[in-house]
């Protein structure tokens, strides 16, 4: 499986911004997905994850209420919509397949990444 992720960007404080994480070589129907996120200096930490019908999300308490994790499996995609983004938020944006299972917090339960989409919230 390979994933791309895009939409990333310059943004100021409160704005929006929408994720994509497309897949190829192996649909998606069947995994879970996550999106993380790592800034400068810090450990790569989770932020959302979608069950495979996308019936089930899961959310980090930081991003609650503002970021909504949602997929498209006609079209082998996942999205992280952001919205009332802050300078914390700013940060390189990955997203992940977890082939078994779903809901995992933890790097080591996801089996493919994508190389990241930069996104950078202004004050």
């Known amino acids: 499986v390979q994933l791309q992720a895009s939409g990333g960007g310059l943004v100021q404080a409160g704005g929006s911004l929408r994720l994509s994480c497309a897949a190829s070589?192996?649909?998606?129907?069947?995994?879970?997905m996550g999106w993380f996120r790592q800034a400068p200096g810090k450990e790569r930490e989770f932020v959302a994850a979608?069950?495979?019908?996308?019936?089930?999300?899961l959310y980090v308490d930081s991003v609650k209420g503002r970021f909504t994790i949602s997929r498209d499996n006609a079209k082998n995609t996942v999205y992280l919509q952001m919205n009332s983004l802050k300078p914390e938020d700013t940060a390189v944006y990955y997203c992940?397949?977890?082939?078994?299972?779903?809901?995992?917090?933890?790097?080591?339960?996801?089996?493919?990444w994508g190389q990241g989409t930069q996104v950078t919230v202004s004050s």
């Open positions: 992940a397949v977890q082939r078994t299972g779903w809901g995992s917090r933890a790097i080591a339960d996801y089996d493919y």
């Open positions: 070589g192996r649909t998606l129907t069947s995994y879970g």
């Open positions: 979608i069950s495979w019908s996308g019936g089930g999300r």
